[in-house]
């Protein structure tokens, strides 16, 4: 079964508010994690990355949090914007060394309510 | 130009039929990755290599084969397609290092 933990949840947020997608992963030796924005018809964008000797990383309106005590990851949206109404994944590399693959959660869609 | 092609952006086939799907790449990256996407089950990996000369299965690898015909180019074929192979396929690459996916836009494939 899939590691990432991510049931398919949609998340309704008002403009201008803040958003928090959380996602539970099982691996404990997982060393890097994604979250990628999927909107309709495109494929999967990168959003921001942590590797696992961090626990916090932030990007510009979003920072991503890594709770690696009880494998729990999650991202928050700042002053959200009718744009960011997408599908949010993330995502997490199981592989040691230089296998590099990543498996992927099922998705939470986010939808913005102007 | 996109950094990940992706070609045809949408096929519809017959059960039965060989059909490939086409993957290049203009980032110069050594590793390609095939996944298909169905709603509600995420990104599950089919095949990926990570040079021209390397070819490993994913998770759901049976009914798909590939071929790396260069570093920039990476196909997936489905020798005899069926109706549960209907998906969305996305092709990505990445470097060596742990910076991310580049995703293509996708396929949607149509097995009747």
């Known amino acids: 079964g899939e590691s990432v933990g991510l049931h398919l949840p949609t998340l309704s947020v008002q403009e201008g508010d803040n958003s928090i997608i959380n996602c539970a992963y099982s691996?404990?030796?997982?060393?890097?994690f994604i979250w990628y924005k999927q909107e309709s018809g495109k494929g999967p964008q990168f959003i921001i990355d942590?590797?696992?000797?961090?626990d916090k990383r932030q990007g510009q309106r979003v920072t991503v949090l890594l709770n690696k005590t009880v494998k729990h990851l999650s991202l928050q949206i700042a002053a959200t914007q009718p744009g960011d109404s997408a599908v949010y994944f993330c995502a997490e590399n199981i592989g040691g060394g230089s296998n590099y693959k990543l498996t992927f959660g099922k998705g939470t869609l986010l939808t913005v309510n102007p | 130009d996109a950094d990940v092609t992706q070609t045809p952006r949408n096929r519809i086939t017959k059960t039965g039929k060989r059909i490939m799907l086409e993957c290049s790449q203009t980032?110069?990256?050594?590793?390609m990755y095939w996944y298909r996407q169905d709603p509600g089950l995420g990104l599950r990996l089919i095949y990926y290599?990570?040079?021209?000369?390397?070819?490993n299965k994913g998770e759901i690898s049976d009914g798909y084969s590939v071929s790396r015909q260069a570093q920039a180019k990476f196909s997936l074929s489905l020798e005899s397609a069926i109706p549960n192979q209907t998906a969305l396929y996305f092709c990505?690459?990445?470097?060596?290092?742990?910076?991310?996916?580049?995703f293509g836009s996708g396929t949607r494939l149509t097995v009747v």
């Open positions: 980032k110069g990256h050594d590793r």
């Open positions: 942590i590797r696992s000797n961090m």
């Open positions: 691996n404990s030796a997982s060393d890097y």
């Open positions: 990505a690459t990445s470097d060596d290092h742990r910076d991310g996916y580049t």
């Open positions: 290599s990570f040079d021209v000369k390397d070819i």
